[in-house]
């Protein structure tokens, strides 16, 4: 049985439920990385810029603004800001702007890469790793299959067929 998007997305909340702010490094902070910014400027960028609050709070625009950091996301701050980028992505499915992608895919050619981005994800229970596959084949379910979306279908392929992900027994 497929689930809807409205069943998806209490799914995510219950399994998620409320996951503490990742206070050393949040989404702005993290974009600070990228400049090279030492770690007492990071932690004055997170504790004055950061969106506060409950990971279904953050606003879209704060999501979308700030995907550049998902590159420098710890696995604290992967797992605060997973799923709200999983909801936001039962939205955006066929608008070729799924930025979770970036944060679960780790089927990477690059040893080091694909070390790394595994470990980010290992603070995940296999309840909320099987809730991260259930939206990843919603949204699989929902692409049509023209150009347009060839892009998400072939990221969401390869992350479903990862052995990382395709050991993950959704229920």
Not at 101 to 118: K, S
Request: hydrophobic share 40%; proline share 5%.
């Amino acid at each position: 049985m497929t689930m809807t998007r409205e069943e998806l997305t209490a799914d995510l909340r219950a399994t998620f439920g409320s996951v503490p702010f990742p206070s050393h490094q949040g989404l702005r902070g993290a974009m600070a990385r990228d400049d090279h910014a030492s770690d007492s400027e990071v932690a004055s960028i997170t504790a004055d810029q950061d969106f506060h609050g409950e990971w279904w709070q953050i606003p879209r625009e704060e999501l979308w603004e700030c995907s550049l950091a998902l590159s420098f996301l710890d696995a604290a701050g992967v797992w605060f800001y997973l799923p709200a980028y999983l909801e936001m992505a039962l939205d955006d499915v066929g608008k070729r702007r799924l930025s979770v992608l970036q944060l679960i895919d780790t089927a990477i050619d690059d040893p080091e890469l694909r070390a790394y981005r595994e470990e980010r994800l290992c603070g995940l229970s296999d309840a909320q790793r099987q809730v991260c596959v259930r939206v990843l084949r919603f949204l699989r379910s929902q692409l049509i299959d023209d150009p347009s979306t060839q892009f998400e279908r072939d990221d969401i392929d390869r992350a479903l067929n990862d052995p990382y992900w395709r050991e993950v027994s959704p229920s």
